[in-house]
């Protein structure tokens, strides 16, 4: 079965300040991986994604992740955080047939000081 | 306009009440999903639908009932509402040529009182 783990429930940084969000998973395969972001009152939207090819992955709003499959992570990266940047984040995976359905991890909120 | 859209916003309800959330999509997608999010549990599935007529169960499907009425609407019911039943509630489409992304609406806040 697969899983993901988020071990950071909330994490606080200052504005301009590097950003690292954790996420580790479990699938017997080479998965598909997701990072969402959820804004307050809005739906997820999708930041990036891999599925294949290159390990480090750029995304939207500056935002990059890096596969490994070593350590079975895919830990979410951001060099300057800004104050909009204050959000849920939720890493996800999936099969890689495409044949199935995405875990997602239990998320970590982002908290931006000035 | 929105490609995932989610009627109500919000519903307070009480507890034995029958509701229904609905959610349509123009995205075009074969594949929907039910979640329902509540605070330090991220989000759990509740039903996804690959086609019309493929409905499946999720983790935590008691006490919830879907309709997939077409490809575009994909409804939750929630036969007699209990409070804990209280959370937030997205609707998620895919589209099975793709890599697994998906797309989520606004969400549904339903309380049940």
Same mark, same amino acid.
């Given at each position: ?51 294949? @090819? ?9 935002? =990059? ?22 959000? =849920?984040?939720?890493?996800?995976? @999936?099969?890689? &047939?495409?044949?199935?359905?995405? &875990?997602?991890?239990?998320? &970590? ?6 | *306009? ?9 519903? /307070? ?5 029958? /509701? ?21 549990? +991220? ?10 007529? *493929? ?5 935590? $499907? *008691?006490?919830? $009932?879907? $309709? ?8 939750? $019911? ?21 890599? +697994? ?13």
């Amino acid at each position: 079965a697969q899983s993901v783990t988020q071990p950071d429930i909330h994490i606080t940084v200052s504005e301009g300040a590097s950003l690292e969000l954790r996420c580790n998973y479990s699938y017997g395969a080479t998965p598909y991986l997701f990072w969402y972001v959820q804004s307050p009152g809005q739906g997820l939207q999708l930041l990036l994604k891999y599925f294949s @090819g290159d390990t480090l992955v750029q995304g939207i709003k500056g935002f =990059e992740a890096e596969f490994k499959r070593s350590q079975s992570s895919f830990n979410l990266r951001k060099p300057s955080v800004h104050w909009s940047d204050a959000a =849920e984040y939720f890493c996800a995976v @999936g099969p890689n &047939t495409n044949a199935g359905k995405s &875990t997602f991890g239990d998320g &970590t909120t982002l908290t931006v000081k000035p | *306009d929105a490609d995932v859209t989610q009627t109500p916003r919000n519903r /307070i309800t009480k507890t034995g009440k029958r /509701i229904m959330l609905e959610c349509s999509q123009t995205k075009g997608h074969d594949r929907m999903y039910w979640y329902r999010q509540d605070p330090g549990l +991220g989000l759990r599935l509740i039903y996804y639908s690959f086609d019309v007529k *493929d409905i499946n169960k999720g983790e935590i $499907s *008691d006490g919830y $009932s879907v $309709s997939r009425q077409a490809q575009a609407k994909f409804s939750l $019911s929630l036969e007699s509402a209990i409070p804990n039943q209280t959370a937030l509630y997205f609707c998620a489409t895919s589209d099975i040529r793709g890599s +697994g992304e998906q797309f989520f609406g606004p969400g549904t806040r339903l309380t049940v009182l």
